[in-house]
C-alpha cells in the first residue's frame, strides 16, 4: 500500500523561505503526476500545484506564481513544494497528493498524505 | 480558469436520509470530476472519479452524476460514518479547483 509522508513544515517569519518534501513509500511515483493542495486552519482544500509524472512540466495556482516552486526527484520517490516570501496567508496544512496517472484509469488525487503544517507569524 | 461552485454549504441530515450535494463547473470539465470526503484531523479521502466511478473501498451509498458543467453527490442511507464535510474538484487541466465544501451534519 503506498503511503505518502509530508515533511518541512514549521513556524517560520513573514519574508523567509521553506521547503515541504513529499517521500513515497510502498509505491513508485515516476507514473503518477503529483500535486500539493493546502487547507487554511477550518477552511476549504486549495490547489497549488503540480508536476507532471517527469517534472517537465509545471502548473500553479495564481497565488503561487512566482513564489513558489514545485519539484521532484523520482529517483528518491519525492516531491517537493519551495515556498519564499512567505506570508501570513500562506499559513496552512500542506498536503501533497498523487495524481494522475500516465496511461491510466483517470483517478483523481488518489492517495494523500497527513499534511504539513506551516505557520507564517512574526 | 475554472472556477467550482458547491451548494448547499451545510446540510443538516438524519440517519437513514437520502442527501445530495451539488457542484456547478464555470465551463465544461467534461467528466473530469471528483468528490472527496474530509472527516475532521484527516485527510481528504477520495471518494468518486470521473463523475461516477466509485473508488475501491466506497461503500454503494455513494453516487456521482452529472456532466458537463452540473455535477451531484448523493448519499442514498446517510450513515453515522458519513457526517463530513465533501468537496468536489475537476481535474480537467490545471488548475484543478476545489468547490468550497459541503459539511454534513446531524440534524
Known amino acids: 500500500e503506498v503511503q505518502l509522508v509530508e515533511s518541512g513544515g514549521g513556524l517560520v517569519q513573514p519574508g523567509e523561505s521553506l521547503r515541504l518534501s513529499c517521500v513515497a513509500s510502498g509505491s513508485t511515483l515516476d507514473n503518477y503526476y503529483m500535486s500539493w493542495v493546502r487547507q487554511t486552519p477550518g477552511k476549504g482544500l486549495e490547489w497549488v500545484a503540480k508536476i507532471t509524472h517527469d517534472g517537465s512540466e509545471e502548473v500553479y495556482m495564481d497565488s503561487a506564481k512566482g513564489r513558489f516552486t514545485i519539484s521532484r526527484d523520482n529517483a528518491k520517490n519525492s516531491v517537493y513544494l519551495q515556498i519564499n516570501g512567505l506570508r501570513v496567508e500562506d499559513t496552512a496544512m500542506y498536503y501533497c497528493?498523487?495524481?494522475?496517472?500516465?496511461?491510466?484509469?483517470?483517478?483523481?488525487?488518489?492517495?494523500w498524505g497527513q499534511g504539513t503544517l506551516v505557520t507564517v507569524s512574526s | 480558469d475554472i472556477q467550482m461552485a458547491q451548494s448547499p454549504s451545510t446540510l443538516s441530515a438524519s440517519v437513514g436520509d437520502r442527501v445530495t450535494i451539488t457542484c456547478r463547473a464555470s465551463q465544461t470539465v467534461f467528466n473530469w470530476l471528483a468528490w472527496y470526503q474530509q472527516k475532521a484531523g484527516e485527510a481528504p479521502r477520495l471518494l468518486i472519479y470521473?463523475?461516477?466511478t466509485l473508488e475501491t473501498g466506497v461503500p454503494s451509498r455513494f453516487s456521482g452524476s452529472g456532466s458537463g458543467t452540473e455535477f451531484t453527490l448523493t448519499i442514498s442511507s446517510l450513515q453515522p460514518d458519513d457526517f463530513a464535510t465533501y468537496y468536489c474538484?475537476?481535474?480537467?487541466?490545471?488548475?484543478?479547483?476545489f468547490g468550497q465544501g459541503t459539511k454534513v451534519e446531524l440534524k
Open positions: 497528493a498523487r495524481d494522475w496517472l500516465v496511461d491510466g484509469a483517470g483517478r483523481a488525487l488518489d492517495v
Open positions: 470521473k463523475v461516477s
Open positions: 474538484q475537476h481535474y480537467y487541466g490545471a488548475p484543478r479547483a
